[in-house]
């Protein structure tokens, strides 16, 4: 994969999880604010398990973007497309499902 594609791929992959991120972060804070206002009959452990799920998202998501800068990173060391494992070369169209993919399939699969 040339570096313009990947770049692009990684570009628009780190614009979508940012995205979600604010997202989740808002929906969070909604279920945080929410369980603490007077009159609230619901049961306060479905707001403590929608908060416990939103950090889930949140953390997952950070994660995500820490790898999408790892990936950032090999490209512009020029390593991106090789598996930070093996040095195999990572086939395109594992590359354009997910961009930040740093192991191949089977490596991947091994886990």
Do not use: F, K, W
């Not at 790898?67 to 497309?81: P, S, V």
């Not at 070369?89 to 930040?100: G, K, M, S, V």
Request: charged content about 35%; overall charge negative.
């Amino acid at each position: 994969m040339d570096n313009t594609r990947a770049a692009a791929l990684l570009r628009a992959e780190r614009v979508r999880v940012q995205d979600l991120l604010s997202q989740s972060s808002g929906a969070g804070l909604d279920d945080r604010a929410g369980a603490s206002e007077q009159g609230d009959m619901s049961d306060p452990a479905t707001s403590l398990t929608l908060e416990e799920q939103d950090d889930a998202v949140t953390s997952s998501l950070r994660e995500r973007l820490m790898a999408i800068e790892r990936a950032e990173q090999r490209l512009r060391d020029g390593t991106y497309g090789h598996s930070v494992r093996s040095g195999d070369e990572i086939p395109d169209e594992r590359l354009e499902a997910d961009p930040a993919a740093e192991l191949t399939v089977e490596e991947a699969q091994e886990n």
